[in-house]
């Protein structure tokens, strides 16, 4: 039996419907259509190039520098400075403050800081403050016309997802590469203190440091910090999430530095043997192995032999999970922590500390304290009045040494409201609306006032 012809146009109709098939856009699958350029239009403004300048002191002669040839042969030979610069990325996070996020390494030591734009306009930046344990700094400039790019929820990411990475690479001017998200929470690579690290084969080569991971819709969820590599991108960079950056810059921009505090434990990952061993279920959390005396933990109440599953209502995976939770805290904030206690779950409520040995300089703390670090009372100056801030040193000529704070001073009150640690100091001072500071000080085995005004 002869089979019977499909029509003609059945086929045209196959074709055509092939062809659309083939044609799609690929944003359909999750995957970017045609091109990315609609979204850079919005993005690249927002992305700055810096160059910084540093100048160092040396003598024209090497040999001047041995101490050995300076005693025999004396100061020979004018110092000269050298002028060292660098060239880095950053993203505008702010456009009305002229906020610029970028990496601590980019801008560390250096004298004179060059922000240029995309339009090539250039200013001179200011240091609002930087954080080295997390790699990240704040710059200022004062410019009008600015473009923002405000930091999104990194929390969102997942592996797989596109990503687009934009900088400065070898000074060539704004680059933009293109990748995915290839890991999340990358950990234990020596690069920074604190490292939560997003993993992307996006390039990021030397001097896309500081510069944007950005999603396809044009959200800001990284900056980008580091290649694994001497010689350029071999296919793996790393970026710190925009939620660590937002909690860093968030203290950079109101206290110049980032303090952080403890919780106090000692603590290692749950392994397989050990959820086996403590009948959990699932090889999850933080184990403390011991509770430091005095410490945060010990007053909230965790015990050794705790494993720690959640904070602020995150899920702690692993030790280092919770060491990054809280170093971007700062000291003084409570949170609450999710618990696994003999395999039932309970929630603890802790005050995040400084450590003891903590020690600040007093211009963070308020501007009449510049020219004095300060520091916790050890066990070694502890007062009869049960703590106190210890005064380490005073720059003579300082604010603090015209007021007639010195070396050695244990404050044991702020308008008259005691201050046992550099902790309650620095809340006291905040939530002063007088213009000066009265100081109760014990110096020696006396005591007195101080008006700082």
């Not at 430091?292 to 705790?306: Q, T, W, Y």
């Not at 210890?390 to 409201?417: F, H, M, T, Y």
């Amino acid at each position: 039996m002869t089979p019977k012809l499909m029509p003609r146009h059945f086929f045209v109709w196959l074709f055509s419907l092939f062809l659309a098939w083939g044609t799609a856009p690929a944003s359909s699958a999750g995957v970017p259509g045609d091109t990315l350029a609609p979204m850079l239009k919005k993005v690249l403004p927002a992305v700055v190039n810096i160059s910084t300048t540093t100048y160092l002191a040396q003598r024209p002669n090497s040999l001047m520098n041995d101490p050995f040839f300076r005693y025999f042969f004396g100061q020979q030979g004018p110092v000269v400075r050298r002028r060292a610069q660098s060239l880095g990325s950053g993203v505008i996070v702010d456009a009305r403050r002229g906020w610029i996020i970028t990496n601590n390494h980019v801008v560390e030591g250096a004298d004179e800081i060059t922000v240029t734009l995309r339009d090539q306009r250039s200013f001179k930046a200011r240091l609002l403050g930087a954080d080295p344990a997390v790699d990240v700094a704040l710059l200022q400039i004062r410019a009008k016309g600015l473009t923002a790019l405000p930091l999104g929820d990194s929390d969102r990411l997942q592996v797989g997802d596109f990503v687009v990475a934009i900088g400065n690479p070898f000074g060539l001017g704004q680059t933009v590469t293109y990748g995915i998200v290839s890991a999340l929470g990358r950990s234990g690579l020596g690069i920074e203190g604190y490292e939560n690290f997003i993993q992307t084969d996006a390039s990021i080569n030397p001097g896309n440091s500081g510069g944007a991971l950005v999603t396809t819709h044009g959200e800001l969820v990284g900056i980008n910090t580091a290649i694994v590599g001497n010689n350029g991108n071999v296919g793996i960079g790393f970026a710190i999430p925009a939620n660590m950056v937002k909690a860093v810059a968030t203290q950079l921009a109101r206290y110049g530095e980032v303090q952080r505090g403890q919780l106090g434990v000692v603590m290692q990952d749950m392994t397989p043997k050990l959820a086996k061993a403590f009948g959990l279920s699932q090889a999850r959390g933080a184990v403390v192995t011991q509770v430091v005396p005095g410490s945060a933990a010990e007053k909230a109440g965790l015990r050794a032999g705790d494993v720690i599953v959640g904070i602020n209502g995150r899920e702690v995976r692993d030790g280092s999970a919770l060491r990054n939770a809280v170093g971007v805290l700062r000291a003084g904030t409570t949170v609450r922590l999710k618990v696994l206690r003999d395999g039932r779950p309970l929630w603890i409520k802790a005050t995040i500390a400084l450590p003891r040995d903590a020690r600040t300089e007093g211009r963070r703390i308020s501007p009449l304290l510049s020219g004095a670090l300060l520091g916790n009372v050890g066990k070694r100056h502890h007062s009869a009045e049960g703590g106190g801030v210890l005064v380490v040193k005073v720059v003579p000529g300082s604010p603090a040494w015209e007021a007639g704070l010195r070396k050695g001073d244990i404050i044991l009150s702020v308008n008259r409201q005691p201050v046992p640690d550099l902790l309650a100091l620095s809340q006291v001072v905040s939530q002063q609306r007088r213009n000066g500071l009265l100081l109760n000080v014990r110096r020696g085995n006396g005591a007195l006032y101080i008006v700082m005004r």
